[in-house]
């Protein structure tokens, strides 16, 4: 029996007692365990084992009176490389999933040296809308002084209206800039001010910039490249200050030059 074979094949994913039946079997068809263990000099539990998992592997059939047989090398070269394709890709899949959770330590560690500030505490993208509205819930829910909404027509609202209640409840001021541009923003408007927030109608025909910002310390926003609403950048969450105040200041100016409505929702005249 050929090392060299054996080890090719041990490194395609068999065993060596896989590797050694096959060849075995290969050389000598249609033999059995007792055949095996006599040949090869291995135990029968530990024949049987190896038996098993090349049939699992679609290397070995087994025939009539429990004799064993091996498909050809053409098909059974394929099969192995199948399935040494497939374990390798989990082991890089988890190297790559390793790698990637010592970045995020790596990464902080190199711009702390450098700059003194840590990566995470400046931006921290969002993989989608979905994870933006997860993570808008979150920052609501834990709101102790402020809550400042700027939106269009809010259409997200009853996605978070429980939230928003709660913490008007807790003595939360809750602030939202938006459109009314609809019945429904109308109602969604009036809602808001029967349940004690503030609300005023943005003066700009459109704002690209939508977002919540909670107890003047955390921020999730969003920026759409178009009007039409059919891009936007990636959403970000932030508790870094300096950008923080550039939206707040942002956000208070365009409240101060907004309309108030009356207590329809409606744009006062």
Not at 14 to 27: D, G, K, P, S
Not at 59 to 87: F, N, T
Not at 118 to 131: K, V
Not at 236 to 248: C, D, S, W
Request: proline share 3%; with cysteine.
């Amino acid at each position: 029996m050929s090392s060299t074979i054996v080890e090719v094949l041990k490194k395609s994913g068999l065993t060596q007692h896989e590797a050694e039946i096959y060849i075995f079997l290969a050389e000598n068809p249609q033999k059995g365990e007792h055949d095996l263990c006599g040949a090869l000099k291995i135990p029968q539990s530990e024949v049987r084992s190896a038996l098993s998992s090349l049939m699992a592997k679609g290397l070995v059939r087994v025939l009539d009176h429990d004799k064993y047989e091996v498909i050809p090398p053409s098909e059974a070269v394929e099969i192995l490389l199948e399935i040494r394709a497939r374990s390798m890709e989990a082991e890089i899949a988890e190297l790559r999933r390793r790698l990637y959770s010592i970045k995020e330590t790596l990464e902080d560690t190199y711009w702390e040296r450098r700059y003194g500030i840590r990566d995470e505490l400046l931006i921290e993208p969002l993989d989608d809308l979905r994870s933006m509205e997860v993570k808008t819930a979150e920052i609501i829910s834990k709101a102790q002084r402020s809550i400042s909404i700027f939106t269009e027509s809010f259409g997200w609202y009853h996605k978070v209206r429980e939230l928003l209640l709660a913490a008007l409840s807790r003595g939360v001021v809750v602030r939202v800039l938006m459109k009314v541009v609809d019945e429904q923003s109308g109602k969604t408007a009036k809602d808001l001010m029967e349940n004690g927030a503030e609300v005023r109608c943005a003066i700009e025909e459109w704002y690209p910039v939508r977002g919540t910002l909670v107890d003047g310390s955390k921020l999730v926003f969003l920026i759409w490249t178009t009007e039409k609403k059919v891009s936007y950048y990636k959403p970000h969450y932030t508790e870094n200050a300096g950008l923080i105040k550039v939206f707040n200041d942002a956000f208070n100016r365009r409240w101060e030059r907004a309309q108030p409505l009356n207590r329809y929702g409606l744009i006062k005249s």
